[in-house]
Structures are given as structure tokens and as C-alpha cells.
């Protein structure tokens, strides 16, 4: 059986496709499929569809490392070993900082999606639904989506944005931040979507105390609004 460790380490450095993990590992495609399956059963990985595919069907997985720590490790510690043996305490932590931010807003985009359906009532975004599970999307050279929900009763749409900004404290910030969600090109999802009433929403870790709560038509989720 393939060894699954080069697969962590190709993950890890930012191939999820398929086709990408077998040129780093130097194997043919249609050998991945049975150590990508043991990942997934070991829950070191996790295979994501855009919203709305089939997740048997679906021809555009892409495979990410389940654990932030595990991203942690395979993205900044693993392809580093000797420069952080060998460095400085600042040589080591400018390498850190190089990866630091991608990391905790890939973390802080699957908190944001695991959070959806579990929205309390009492917020906004969650007197619109309950909501289904939420998910990516994204097709081609189309605009992606950070998340795509629908609400149970199937009557509305949610698409939303993920900031990982300890800028967005003012209406004006959010202001900023929402307008290329607002502008963006709705997904060209199935059919079976198409009346659903659209709900944008931008979702940031924190905002001011006397910050608009809708800013150019999103509504603003915040990191308590999930967690409540």
C-alpha cells in the first residue's frame, strides 16, 4: 500500500486535487484512491464538494488536512525541519509568520461553516433560518463562496464571506469589506435553487460596539454569534 505520510506532506504544502497530491508523491492518479479513503477513515484528512454536487458523483473534490494542527505541521514545521533546527529564535519566528495567517483564517472559515447550523435564533442570520450545513463553492474561473447554505424549510440562499480582519470594528471597515461580496456574481448552482431568496452575510471575528450590524446589504455575523 502507498505510503499515506507523502500524501500528508503534499496536502499539507497546498496540493488538494487529486491530480496535484500524485504529481508531488510521483504515482499516477488512479493509484490515490485507497490511501486518500484511509485519511479520510483516519479523519487526518477531509474530501470537500462544492455546495450543491454530489459528494458520490462529484468530479471536483479537493482534499485538505482535517486538523489545524496538522496543517500547523505539515505547512510550516515538516518542509522546514533544518532551517528550524539551524535558525535563530527570529529566524524561526519570521517562518512562523510567513504561514500564520493563511492558517488561523482557514481555521477561522471552518468554524464560521460549522456554525451555521447551529446559529441561535437570536441573531440576524439565525431568525432566517434554521440553516443546513454549509459548504463551499466554487466552479471554473468563477467567483468562489466561503459559504453556501440553505435554510431547512428551503426557501432561501445563504452565501456568505470570511474575513479574519482585527480591522473591522467600524461600519466603515465593514462597509469596505462587504462591497465585492455585494458585487460578486451569484454561483451558478442547480437549478433547484434558483427561486430562493438570497442571503448575503459577511462574517468577521469582531466588531465595534456601535458598528451596523447590516452594511451594504450583508448582514454581519460575528464570532459570538456562533459560538453563543
Not at 450590524?213 to 450583508?218: D, I
Amino acid at each position: 500500500a502507498l505510503d499515506v505520510r507523502p500524501i500528508l506532506d503534499a496536502i499539507g504544502a497546498g496540493a488538494h486535487r487529486v491530480s496535484e497530491i500524485a504529481g508531488r508523491v510521483g504515482r499516477p492518479a488512479t493509484s490515490m484512491s485507497r490511501p486518500l479513503e484511509r485519511l479520510l477513515g483516519l479523519r487526518l484528512a477531509r474530501r470537500e464538494v462544492p455546495f450543491g454536487d454530489s459528494e458520490k458523483k462529484s468530479r471536483r473534490s479537493l482534499y485538505k488536512l482535517d486538523d489545524p494542527f496538522f496543517r500547523l505541521w505539515f505547512r510550516t514545521v515538516a518542509p522546514n525541519r533544518a532551517q528550524l533546527a539551524a535558525g535563530t529564535r527570529q529566524t524561526r519566528s519570521a517562518l512562523l509568520s510567513r504561514f500564520w495567517n493563511g492558517l488561523v483564517s482557514q481555521a477561522w472559515e471552518d468554524i464560521c461553516r460549522a456554525g451555521i447550523p447551529r446559529l441561535a435564533s437570536p441573531s440576524a442570520l439565525g431568525r432566517l433560518g434554521p440553516w443546513g450545513p454549509a459548504s463551499r463553492w466554487w466552479k471554473g474561473n468563477e467567483p468562489e463562496w466561503d459559504i453556501v447554505s440553505e435554510s431547512i424549510d428551503g426557501s432561501r440562499l445563504l452565501l456568505g464571506e470570511v474575513k479574519w480582519s482585527a480591522e473591522a470594528r467600524s461600519t466603515r471597515e465593514l462597509e469596505r469589506l462587504a462591497r465585492p461580496l455585494m458585487a460578486r456574481l451569484l454561483p451558478s448552482l442547480p437549478g433547484r435553487y434558483s427561486k430562493h431568496e438570497i442571503v448575503r452575510a459577511l462574517f468577521v471575528p469582531e466588531i465595534g460596539p456601535r458598528a451596523s450590524r447590516r452594511v451594504q446589504g450583508a448582514l454581519v455575523v460575528t464570532g459570538s454569534d456562533l459560538l453563543r
